[in-house]
């Protein structure tokens, strides 16, 4: 693995000079990348996909542990640097706009996020889950505790209960922030989250996270007032008579109410 001063060398002699918008924060933690490696359950028959591989420090253990890598790069002068280091599926490209199709088997992903877009890329992963086994992600750690939250906690909301709908997601360790340079301003965490449940497809998809997003949109509200006012009923009255078939208690607060329980009161409107 690339000491701190062959990381600050390479990144002189390329030009580079580390971008926040592209999360541009360079492993250099020697124990977190084994922990990392360590933690991907990537078998010999795996095609596995990394998401902006950067100056490669999981590239080369990653290419040794599946079939087939495929590295994603978007900046084009780290490209041009791992184009020259190791012999791999390199494509210099955006992963928002990465086309997943043409593959053979189920991939497994593997990046560290960049924090400011971590949303869109797992609402692109989710999108394409049809051709994915699991992600192994490095996020803010704010990030990865929205997305394991459960019920009752401050961190529960629409990200959870999206996240949790589509697949089963894990916070395997946490990382410290002097495991990157440049240092950046928060801490991470390592996340894992498998696609591979089963999905209950007479699950109005599109209703229910209607209903997830007008119910924590006023989450300081009661759940009967956040959706009352939500379009999704036609009255308070209506509101009130499907909560209570749902078994959901009208004065409870977004945030105390589960999954499931949202789950079953789209079943009820639907």
């Known amino acids: 693995m690339l000491k701190l ?15 926040k918008r592209f999360g541009q924060n360079f492993l250099i933690d020697q124990n977190i990348k084994n922990k ?13 996909l990394e998401i902006g591989p950067g100056l490669g420090a999981l590239t080369e253990d990653l290419n ?19 184009l020259n280091k190791i012999d791999i599926g390199l494509i210099n490209d955006d992963i928002l706009k990465y086309e997943f199709k043409d593959i053979s088997s ?10 400011s ?3 869109p ?21 704010e990030f990865g505790e929205r997305i394991v939250a459960l019920p009752g906690t401050k961190d529960y909301g629409s990200l959870s209960c999206y996240a949790q709908f589509y697949g089963e997601p894990k916070i395997l360790f946490k990382i410290p922030r002097g495991a990157f340079f440049p ?15 089963q999905l209950d497809s007479f699950i109005d998809q599109n209703l229910l996270f209607k209903i997830i997003r007008s119910s924590f949109e006023k989450r300081r509200k009661t759940i009967l007032n956040s959706l009352a006012s939500s379009g999704i ?5 209506e509101t009130l008579l499907r909560l209570t078939k749902a078994q959901i208690y009208p004065t409870r607060r977004p945030e105390t109410i589960s999954l499931q329980e949202f789950i079953a009161l789209s079943r009820i409107i639907n």
């Not at 001063?5 to 971008?19: A, C, F």
């Not at 360590?38 to 095609?47: F, G, H, V």
């Not at 797992?122 to 803010?140: C, E, H, P, W």
């Open 5 to 19: 001063s062959e990381v600050k060398t390479i990144l002189r002699e390329y030009n580079i000079r580390p971008s």
């Open 36 to 48: 990392i490696i360590n933690s991907i359950q990537l078998k010999r028959e795996d095609i596995a």
């Open 64 to 82: 040794k542990k599946a079939r087939m890598l495929i590295a994603v790069e978007k900046d084009k002068r780290l490209y041009s640097f791992l």
């Open 106 to 115: 189920k991939l497994v992903v593997v990046g560290n996020l960049p924090y």
């Open 117 to 119: 877009i971590s949303s």
């Open 121 to 141: 890329i797992l609402n692109k992963l989710i999108d394409n889950r049809g051709s994915i086994k699991s992600l192994y992600a490095t996020v803010q750690a």
């Open 183 to 197: 240092v950046p301003e928060v801490d991470s965490c390592f996340l894992k989250i498998d696609f591979e449940k």
């Open 233 to 237: 009923f036609k009255s308070k009255e």
